[in-house]
């Protein structure tokens, strides 16, 4: 099995920046360097959010309405690694922030269901 860990997390102020990361370990990566993986976002009492997508080569990207121009997704050289960069954070971006992926291809990409594997989840916290 593939374990996720998500790294990055913290509080930062209404405005600022943070950088996201999902690390993949295990003995085959296979599906994580291979397919789709996305990140999510769950606030207290609220359903998990989509956030963003990428592509296993990082060549097409997708993201929810919500985050477009402020958050952007994308992949280091090794593929191993997934990170999300917030840029110009709001008080309503407040929420665990989970790394997900696909063990086999299924669409839509922006839904739960979609994903096989997650991470523990990092908690993001942005102030006013």
């Known amino acids: 099995q593939v374990q996720l860990v998500e790294s990055g997390g913290g509080l930062v102020q209404a405005g600022g920046s943070m950088r996201l990361s999902c690390a993949a370990s295990?003995?085959?990566?296979?599906?994580?360097?291979?397919?789709?993986v996305a990140w999510f976002r769950q606030a207290p009492g609220k359903e998990r959010e989509f956030v963003a997508a990428?592509?296993?080569?990082?060549?097409?990207?997708y993201d929810a309405g919500s985050v477009k121009g402020r958050f952007t997704i994308s992949r280091d050289n090794s593929k191993t690694t997934v990170y999300l960069q917030m840029n110009s954070l709001k008080p309503e971006d407040t929420a665990v922030y989970y790394c997900?992926?696909?063990?086999?291809?299924?669409?839509?990409?922006?839904?739960?269901?979609?994903?096989?594997?997650w991470g523990q989840g990092t908690q993001v916290t942005v102030s006013s």
């Open positions: 295990g003995r085959t990566l296979g599906t994580f360097i291979n397919y789709p």
């Open positions: 997900a992926q696909q063990r086999i291809p299924r669409i839509p990409l922006s839904v739960p269901a979609s994903y096989d594997d």
């Open positions: 990428i592509s296993s080569h990082g060549i097409s990207t």
